[in-house]
């Protein structure tokens, strides 16, 4: 990577390309977070790494950081707003649907020791 490039790509990206915009630095893949993890390892310096990558210090830094703490250049699956129910609520609902099949929803929602909407339901009926 050359710094040409990322200064071509920040132009191109930029709402208002002028001298004074901070420069946007363009998605790394996991193969180039891989590479800055090996030069490190290796026993490049940081100053090296940015030197070699074309890189920011700071994405390097972080890069090596994250390594260190999860073991994995990859990013981390982010699966949103987690469930309200819990499992023991999931097996209630599991008994109430395969003892009763003939409920409506707002009347297994009613059933439920868990106050949630009928909607909840209705989506985690869809995950079992």
Same mark, same amino acid.
């Given at each position: 990577?050359?710094?040409?490039? $990322? *200064?071509?790509?920040?132009?191109? !990206?930029? +709402?208002?390309?002028?001298? @004074?915009?901070? =420069?946007?630095?363009?998605?790394?893949?996991?193969?180039?977070?891989?590479?800055?993890?090996?030069?490190?390892?290796?026993?490049?310096?940081?100053?090296?790494?940015?030197?070699?990558?074309?890189?920011?210090?700071?994405?390097?830094?972080?890069?090596? $950081? *994250?390594?260190?703490?999860?073991? !994995?250049? +990859?990013?981390?699956?982010? @699966?949103?707003? =987690?469930?309200?129910?819990?499992?023991?609520?999931?097996?209630?609902?599991?008994?109430?649907?395969?003892?009763?099949?003939?409920?409506?929803?707002?009347?297994?929602?009613?059933?439920?020791?868990?106050?949630?909407?009928?909607?909840?339901?209705?989506?985690?009926?869809?995950?079992?």
């Amino acid at each position: 990577m050359q710094i040409g490039l $990322f *200064k071509e790509h920040h132009l191109m !990206t930029c +709402k208002h390309p002028t001298d @004074n915009c901070p =420069p946007i630095m363009p998605y790394l893949d996991v193969e180039t977070h891989g590479r800055i993890v090996g030069m490190r390892q290796a026993g490049l310096s940081f100053r090296a790494i940015d030197q070699l990558a074309g890189v920011p210090l700071t994405t390097i830094y972080n890069t090596v $950081f *994250k390594y260190q703490q999860i073991g !994995t250049v +990859k990013t981390q699956r982010k @699966n949103g707003r =987690p469930t309200i129910l819990k499992d023991c609520d999931q097996c209630q609902l599991s008994r109430i649907i395969t003892r009763c099949h003939c409920l409506t929803v707002s009347q297994v929602t009613n059933l439920m020791t868990e106050n949630v909407s009928t909607r909840t339901i209705q989506q985690e009926i869809h995950k079992l």
